[in-house]
């Protein structure tokens, strides 16, 4: 693995996903979340384990950018599979979460639609800063 490839992959994951999931949850599913406050916690209460928003960010940046370094894959293309397989597997558990907790139906497919755009774009992003040359393509 190159190094300086992996830790600008890695730094490139974070901040894609920490901006757009403001832009998504902050900007974006804000008046749903208004709308349902009883099933959230209070903003205080949020902002006050906001270091472990941060810190998710950064082990999905990590993790994300590790495993497109030990895939076998390269290139743009193969990125947003990548991103959209990830994605996938990343977002099985908002199924869960509104089986289990009184989210609104609209509001767990936007969290689907928009994270899985995000993944498949973070896909792209992440293959373009770390390429491979000489690799399987999808």
């Known amino acids: 693995m190159n190094s300086a490839r992996l830790l600008a ?3 490139a994951a974070f901040v ?6 403001f832009l998504i949850h902050g900007l974006w599913l804000a008046p749903d979340y208004r709308a349902t406050a009883e099933v959230w916690r209070p903003e205080v209460a949020m902002q006050a384990r906001f270091i472990y928003m941060v810190l998710g960010h950064v082990l999905m940046g990590v993790v994300f950018a590790v495993l497109w370094a030990k895939s076998i894959w390269r290139g743009p293309l193969a990125g947003a ?9 990343q977002h099985v558990v908002v199924v869960f979460t509104y089986v289990a907790v009184p989210v609104r139906g609209d509001i ?3 969290w689907i639609a928009a994270g899985m755009l ?21």
């Open 108 to 110: 767990a497919a936007k």
């Open 16 to 21: 894609w996903t920490f901006l757009t999931d």
């Open 118 to 138: 995000q993944a498949v774009v973070l896909g792209v992003l992440v293959a373009l800063i770390y390429h491979k040359r000489g690799l399987a393509r999808a």
């Open 81 to 89: 599979v990548f991103g959209f397989w990830m994605g996938a597997f």
């Open 9 to 11: 992959a890695m730094a």
